[in-house]
């Protein structure tokens, strides 16, 4: 019988089904490039957008978590999703793969909204 390990609370498993940075970004009318996305089990839908270099030039990427808590799209008009976490990195693959730790675990999306709440 093979039994599952046990990974302590907090401690993120790295071999399981690790999302990849998708080959084509998905452009956005902001610029943005949505790099990841999946829905969330209770409804709702969480992202990474790569925010364009835009007039500054950076060479550096800066990417975010985006949590869309309302299932109902005609709900999100006039609602700004909350950003639970920002990075910057050398290139977009490296920003992904900082984010996509939290973007991919229902717990750290979670514990995220509670900080982004809690700052409110």
């Known amino acids: ?56 030039g950076a060479s550096r990427c800066r990417a975010r978590v985006i949590v869309e808590r309302r299932r109902d799209p005609q709900r999100r008009e006039g609602h700004t999703p909350p950003v639970i976490v920002e990075a910057e990195a050398p290139t977009r693959a490296r920003a992904y793969d900082e984010l996509v730790v939290i973007a991919s675990d229902n ?14």
Not at 24 to 52: F, H, K, N, Q, W
Not at 107 to 120: C, D, E, F, N, Y
């Open 1 to 56: 019988m093979h039994r599952r390990k046990r990974v302590p609370l907090g401690q993120h498993r790295t071999n399981v089904h690790s999302p990849r940075l998708l080959p084509c970004p998905l452009e956005r009318m902001d610029g943005s490039e949505l790099l990841y996305s999946r829905d969330l089990p209770g409804g709702g839908r969480v992202t990474i957008e790569a925010l364009s270099a835009g007039v500054s």
């Open 107 to 120: 717990v750290a999306v979670a514990r995220g909204l509670i900080q982004w709440q809690s700052k409110r």
